[in-house]
């Protein structure tokens, strides 16, 4: 293969094909004799009461926004790693000042209590 | 070039000369042996996946002093197969209300965000799938698509315990998604390359030895990201029944568990690839691909063992516990650790592979010994602050 991402492409449509295939397969031997009883929201035998989509912790956004940071600034992280057998010592440290900003960061964030669940 | 040297390229060429004999372009062969290729690799983990089963539902009843299955066939081997005939067997049920596309999306999403991290599972060193120059990047991505397949579920299927489960899930799985880049950082910085084989091919001494400590927040952030005991709030049966997979029944149910149990059995390779030498093992991949390839099977199922061995003995983790436990002391260490590794490699870069690998086994040591040290303190003062009544006043300070 010339090209490693045709690759991948291949496998992304085979990876969808034999669990489709299984759920077809399923799909065809079933039974199927569907019931409103049957298909209501399962609740442990209690009715549901008003929206399935209930409202959620907004600290799950806050803790999301600081993954945010952290994952992006990967992305920078990994060519200075591979690279880092030829950088000189000074490239070295300048990575570890970069990494010491993202640390004052995420102490920011502890301070104000973003880490906090509540 | 025999088959014992070189299997893959030795069956594509033999296949290469059929398909062009019968008059076929090359490129067109050429992708035709590609998908051949695939379908074999992705027939193997399935099956291996039904194996899975059973050595899991083994494995548990020994840590829970039980039989297991012991009926349907020698030691119950063929146990899987009847599991497997009575998903497909089963009604399936779809809620009034589930988004119906994505509702029957999710579970072929999740089998498929595990079956793409075959492609760079390096088995042996000419067996494998596609060797990549991102591969660890391409890890993270691929599990990035689980994670996607959970709040699909969840959000699809119309049921307050679904939707909790999965927004708990991708709060998980984000948080552990930090450390786990950050210790594969290491290997990388290590081995001066992201490629899955390069890594393997530098590991003349495992990078358990060089990283130790970034080998265990490796193996802590593999366990929550698969979302397995002690971290397995999402399908927590005491509080939220199963969670994001609580209104799937039969085979779309049977494709989550397949995909839990084979995402913990890859990453259990992954494991050995990254810090336990992957298909090294003292010189005896020397004997062929094939050798190789066993050891590198015995090593995931070594580490598949272990995830499971801490799964049957850790109770489970509350979840501001679990989130504290990540970006307060997993994330920061982790972060530490690069540094200082960062740090000692570049200074003992004149210096020989051992003295390289004693300084840096040296520094986790430290750095090791001194967590435990702020941990102890930590305890200490949070013990003497309970003991003390409560003062308004120091509550005040803090705010």
């Given at each position: 293969?010339q090209?490693?991402?045709?690759?991948?492409g291949?496998?992304?449509?085979?990876?969808?094909?034999?669990?489709?295939?299984?759920?077809?397969?399923?799909?065809?031997?079933?039974?199927?004799?569907?019931?409103p009883?049957?298909?209501?929201?399962?609740?442990?035998?209690?009715?549901?009461v008003?929206?399935?989509?209930?409202?959620f912790?907004?600290?799950?956004?806050?803790?999301?926004?600081?993954?945010?940071?952290?994952?992006?600034?990967?992305?920078?992280?990994?060519?200075?790693?591979?690279?880092?057998?030829?950088?000189p010592?000074?490239?070295?440290?300048?990575g570890?000042?970069?990494?010491?900003?993202?640390?004052?960061?995420?102490?920011?964030?502890?301070?104000?209590?973003?880490l906090?669940?509540? | 070039?025999?088959?014992?040297?070189?299997p893959?390229?030795?069956?594509?060429?033999?296949?290469?000369?059929?398909?062009t004999?019968?008059?076929?372009?090359?490129?067109?062969?050429?992708?035709?042996?590609?998908?051949?290729?695939?379908?074999?690799?992705?027939?193997f983990?399935?099956?291996?996946?039904?194996?899975?089963?059973?050595?899991?539902?083994?494995?548990?009843?020994?840590?829970q002093?039980?039989?297991?299955?012991?009926?349907?066939?020698?030691?119950?081997?063929?146990?899987?197969?009847?599991?497997?005939?009575?998903?497909?067997i089963?009604?399936?049920?779809?809620p009034?209300?589930a988004?119906?596309?994505?509702?029957?999306?999710?579970?072929?999403?999740?089998?498929?965000?595990?079956?793409?991290l075959?492609?760079i599972?390096?088995?042996?060193?000419?067996?494998?799938?596609?060797?990549?120059?991102?591969?660890?990047?391409?890890?993270?991505?691929?599990?990035?698509?689980?994670?996607l397949?959970?709040i699909?579920?969840?959000?699809?299927?119309?049921?307050?315990?679904a939707?909790?489960?999965?927004?708990r899930?991708?709060?998980?799985?984000?948080?552990?998604?930090?450390?786990?880049?950050?210790?594969?950082?290491?290997p990388?910085?290590?081995?001066?390359?992201?490629?899955?084989?390069?890594i393997?091919?530098?590991?003349?001494?495992?990078?358990?030895?060089?990283?130790?400590?970034?080998?265990?927040?490796?193996?802590?952030?593999?366990?929550?990201?698969?979302g397995?005991?002690?971290?397995?709030l999402?399908?927590?049966?005491?509080?939220?029944?199963?969670g994001?997979?609580?209104?799937?029944?039969?085979?779309?149910?049977?494709?989550?568990?397949?995909?839990?149990?084979?995402?913990?059995?890859?990453?259990?390779?992954?494991i050995?690839?990254?810090?336990?030498?992957?298909?090294?093992?003292?010189?005896?991949e020397?004997?062929?691909?094939?050798?190789?390839?066993?050891?590198?099977?015995?090593?995931?199922?070594?580490?598949?063992?272990?995830?499971?061995?801490?799964?049957?003995?850790?109770?489970?983790?509350?979840?501001?516990?679990?989130?504290?436990?990540?970006?307060?002391?997993l994330?920061?260490?982790?972060?530490?650790?690069?540094m200082?590794?960062?740090l000692?490699?570049?200074?003992?870069?004149?210096?020989?592979?051992?003295?390289?690998?004693?300084?840096?086994?040296?520094?986790?040591?430290?750095?090791?010994?001194?967590?435990?040290?702020?941990?102890?303190?930590?305890?200490?003062?949070?013990?003497?602050?309970?003991?003390?009544?409560?003062?308004?006043?120091v509550?005040?300070?803090?705010?």
């Amino acid at each position: 293969m010339q090209n490693p991402w045709i690759y991948i492409g291949l496998f992304i449509l085979v990876g969808m094909m034999i669990p489709a295939m299984a759920l077809m397969i399923a799909r065809l031997i079933a039974p199927r004799k569907p019931n409103p009883i049957k298909q209501s929201t399962y609740e442990c035998g209690i009715e549901t009461v008003g929206d399935s989509w209930v409202q959620f912790k907004a600290q799950y956004y806050i803790f999301a926004l600081v993954f945010l940071v952290f994952d992006v600034e990967t992305v920078f992280l990994f060519p200075w790693a591979v690279a880092f057998d030829k950088l000189p010592l000074f490239a070295a440290l300048e990575g570890i000042l970069f990494i010491l900003i993202l640390i004052s960061g995420l102490v920011y964030a502890w301070r104000k209590g973003a880490l906090e669940w509540m | 070039m025999t088959f014992w040297t070189d299997p893959i390229n030795f069956v594509a060429d033999w296949l290469m000369g059929v398909f062009t004999g019968w008059g076929m372009a090359e490129g067109l062969a050429g992708v035709l042996i590609a998908l051949i290729g695939i379908f074999a690799l992705v027939t193997f983990a399935m099956l291996l996946d039904i194996l899975l089963v059973w050595v899991e539902r083994k494995v548990v009843a020994r840590f829970q002093d039980r039989l297991g299955p012991n009926r349907v066939g020698p030691f119950g081997i063929f146990q899987p197969f009847a599991d497997i005939v009575k998903l497909l067997i089963k009604e399936d049920i779809t809620p009034i209300g589930a988004d119906k596309i994505i509702y029957n999306l999710a579970p072929i999403f999740s089998l498929m965000s595990v079956l793409l991290l075959w492609a760079i599972l390096p088995f042996a060193p000419k067996i494998f799938g596609v060797d990549l120059n991102v591969g660890l990047l391409y890890i993270v991505a691929a599990g990035a698509i689980g994670t996607l397949s959970i709040i699909m579920a969840g959000w699809a299927s119309n049921n307050k315990y679904a939707l909790m489960g999965a927004f708990r899930t991708v709060a998980q799985m984000i948080s552990y998604e930090i450390p786990m880049v950050v210790a594969l950082l290491i290997p990388t910085l290590l081995a001066g390359t992201m490629g899955v084989n390069g890594i393997v091919e530098s590991q003349g001494i495992w990078f358990v030895v060089l990283s130790p400590l970034g080998a265990l927040i490796f193996v802590i952030s593999a366990i929550a990201e698969l979302g397995r005991s002690p971290f397995d709030l999402n399908e927590a049966e005491s509080e939220i029944v199963a969670g994001f997979h609580i209104e799937y029944t039969g085979m779309k149910f049977g494709l989550f568990y397949a995909g839990e149990l084979l995402h913990a059995f890859t990453f259990g390779g992954f494991i050995s690839v990254l810090f336990f030498g992957g298909y090294r093992f003292f010189g005896l991949e020397n004997f062929g691909p094939i050798v190789a390839a066993v050891i590198f099977l015995l090593k995931a199922l070594f580490f598949y063992w272990v995830i499971m061995w801490v799964k049957y003995t850790v109770p489970r983790v509350r979840i501001d516990h679990m989130l504290a436990f990540n970006w307060k002391f997993l994330t920061p260490l982790a972060f530490v650790l690069l540094m200082v590794t960062a740090l000692v490699s570049k200074l003992l870069a004149g210096a020989s592979a051992g003295w390289h690998a004693a300084g840096l086994f040296l520094a986790n040591v430290v750095v090791g010994w001194l967590t435990i040290e702020i941990l102890k303190a930590h305890a200490r003062r949070q013990r003497e602050r309970e003991e003390t009544p409560a003062q308004p006043a120091v509550q005040a300070a803090q705010h």
